[in-house]
């Protein structure tokens, strides 16, 4: 697997990386970054797996959230993979916020055209894994994950369905019932057709519903999010009470939905993955 | 004076806001962006005023530094005006980097057209000054300095050339002798005109010579800078020998000179001038 480093900047004693890469998953190049602290210049480090948003590319959390000052003091890797395959010639793949590019829902697709290219499913839980752990200093057996808004879906989802793969789950703000959820229906209508039971293995609610993971999950929400109807929080909240999941759900008075509220609590995060890694 | 609220957002238990208002100075709408720290509803706290560099917004510094972390922990006020006058309609405003919009170069302009508009210098120093002053929960008799890059220099100078109003100066890689730079040539030729004299007030090493601060300033400088052409540290190390200024200045093997190399470092500059300000 050729991994080209395309950019790379000293922070908090660690380098800030960006990669590209071919995927045989979907089918184009994707680029991630990576966050590797002081202590992997002695040997290989844990990670942390962060998921972003709607419109991100890998660039925001990387410029926005703050972590890296947690990560190097913890001693932590942060991976942080684009949200969706960009430029494969998909007609319509620009058109909307939340399907296409930008908007990939962490979701394999099955409907034609998306599912020649849009399986950040399988990207994100087997073959970055894989690249991350074949190329960079760390430890295979030890990752977590964590993400927001769209990408807290995807921590969700991908962390509870691969149990024994994530020692730890966190999530900001998530969608957590992508099938009740208007842009999450549009999206998992494109990606999976028209069936909605197969929508539920990327609805967080439903995952939860069917099949609780072990850990408990540390949920982090604005209390001042304007998105609250598309995110569902009362869904997850439910969804965990009727299924025994335990849940750390923190609502946090004033704050909304940007990097400002994330930047705030993501130190908490990286605290909470570094226990549970240790 | 009126100052518009045009967006805020909760941030480490403070605010962090964006203003826009009407500048006399510039005669033109300015925007400026403040982090008002916990501590601000309870009584005045001191302000730290930031100066971006070339192309930023006050926007820049605002997601990319996480400054509030450290600001909220110290009860600092940090103010974060735009870098020039925006949209004004002088010929070529947009057509380089280092010389219109995005590149006011904290100068008042004294050649058309840019005179009409381009008075950044006084603009910092005084206008913005009032207009936080008079509407923000700040103590006027506590205010510290810095920037980065062409913030740097505008750190610099509007500091040194203004003593007595600043308890503190810092800067991060700061473009040291503006007169003898390539950028700033452009920018001092177009603002001011041909005769060089009147750029030495604008170039930080010729202030320096010519009236050093009693504060000792603290530069940070990334080793790994690729515009140290431009910035002429050494320039700046030599003024300071040559007038007794005090200078500590800290170069930082391996860091370039973007925002990672600002973040990991402004902790350090705002514990600094808390010091100063306490």
Redesign the interface.
Known sequence: MQLELISE?????GR?QTYRHSSRVCDCDMQFAAFLPPAAEAGPVPAVYWLSGLTCTEENFS??S?A??YAAELGLAVIIPDTSPRGVGIAGEDEFMNVGTGAGFYINATQAPWSAHYRMYDYVARELVAVVNGNLPVDPDRKSISGHSMGGHGALTIGIRNPGEYRSISAFSPISSASRSAWGKQALAAYLGPDESAWLAYDAGAVIRSAPSHHELLVEQ?G?DPFLDELRPDDLKKACESSGQKLNFRE?A???H????V??FI?EHLRFHAEALA
Chains 1, 2 share one sequence.
């Open positions: 900047a000293c922070s908090f004693e800030q410029v926005k703050g890296q000052r604005g001042a946090r004033g704050y909304d940007g990097y400002f509220f930047g705030t130190g």
